[in-house]
């Protein structure tokens, strides 16, 4: 392990010790294929997969039927929207999202866009929240989708959802909501009574990466969307190829962990992320990026004016993990498309840094967070000829 305090839990987790445990079985001894009916081997992985499905689908208070195993979160989306257009395509060819959202999300409107669906990109206010009136004036009857976010992995802002499900489904559309980041972190029950579809990541609940979960509301007769991935059959053709006992069940394991304390965990992360802030917002002229009533629990985003955002990430990085925008789109040397869709002017979207705490984070680290990023920002702007003459 790196002697590094990691601030970048919206990126990934680390897979919790239990959920490790409860896999490996099934990767040697109960190696089984769930779809192999003519032997033990087989009935035993299938009734892992089941338990583990009927255990996901208690704590999110759905249905198993409604949930269908994939890759990540990213999978899912693609699944959600290109299954939605290609199903309803001679209802409508109109598609309703934000600028705010993930790049899979906008990444597959862009995909769609060039297949001759067209897609509305509604702004977001300063923070970061859409505005019902531009929403409404968006909707038309050949809406077939509205993808709007619950939670921010950028800047942990949640999207009020009640009133976008209540005009949604009055204009007989159907809403998609990413709720990626939300799970583990906040109670998710109401928001799955109210959209048809949502996405799941093991990785970022500390289980591992490469599982990922579709719902599909009232998914009982498996038609609700057409499959991309044909062969063999399994989840009842809706995503063909051999189901991954031992993820599944970590990833159930990894749920059960997050649920077991979610109250308790989740104060003791925003009393830790109110520590944060306050201690980062002492800095000169810091502007915090994450301001709603309604956020996660354990996000913080916060821009430094007259310092390089680039140079500080590399000055940080020996010391602390963090990140200036989600780590998928790491590569690019655009500033983060969720500030900008905020209005944040560009040179203060560079100067930008997420921290994202989670269970492993101590008060200490926090102090020691705060203390490392303090000085470098100083040291930044020591080298800054404008911040002399500010
Ligand atoms: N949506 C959100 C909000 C995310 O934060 C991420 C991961 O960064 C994804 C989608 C993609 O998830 P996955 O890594 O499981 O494909």
Known sequence: MYS????????????AKQVVDVMLPYFHEDFGNPSSSHHPY???????VEDASSGIAKHLGVSPSDLIYTSGSTESINMVL?????KYRNKGNHIITTKAEHKAVLDTCAFLDEDGFEVTYLDVDSEGLIQIEQ???????????????????????????EEIAVLTHENGSLLFSD??????????????????????????VYGPKGIGLTYIKGNEDYSQLPSFIQGGGQQKGQRGGTINTPLIVGFAKA???????????????????????AGLLEIELVVSNSNTAQR?????????PFVDGANLLVALSRQIAVSNGSACNSASVEPSHVLTAMGIER?????????????????????????IITSAVSKQRENNILWERR
């Open 296 to 304: 996660l629990p354990n996000t913080v985003h916060v821009s430094f």
């Open 179 to 204: 709720t990626t980041q939300a799970l583990g972190k906040v109670r998710l029950d109401t928001v799955l009574q109210i959209v048809d579809f949502a996405c799941f990541s093991g990785h970022k």
């Open 135 to 161: 929403f409404k004036a968006a909707l038309r009857p050949e809406t077939i989708l509205v993808c709007i976010m619950y939670a921010n992995n950028e800047t942990g802002v949640i999207q009020p959802l």
């Open 347 to 371: 040179s203060l979207a560079y100067a930008s840094l997420r921290l994202s705490i989670g269970r492993y984070t101590s008060e200490n680290d926090i102090e020691k967070a705060i203390a």
């Open 255 to 277: 749920i059960d962990l997050a649920y077991e304390n979610q109250d308790s965990e989740k104060k003791r992360l925003e009393n830790l992320r109110d520590q944060l802030e």
């Open 42 to 48: 087989g009935w035993l992985a299938k009734s892992a």
């Open 4 to 15: 590094q305090l990691y601030f970048d839990y919206n990126a990934t987790t680390p897979c």
């Open 82 to 86: 290109k299954g939605v257009c290609r």
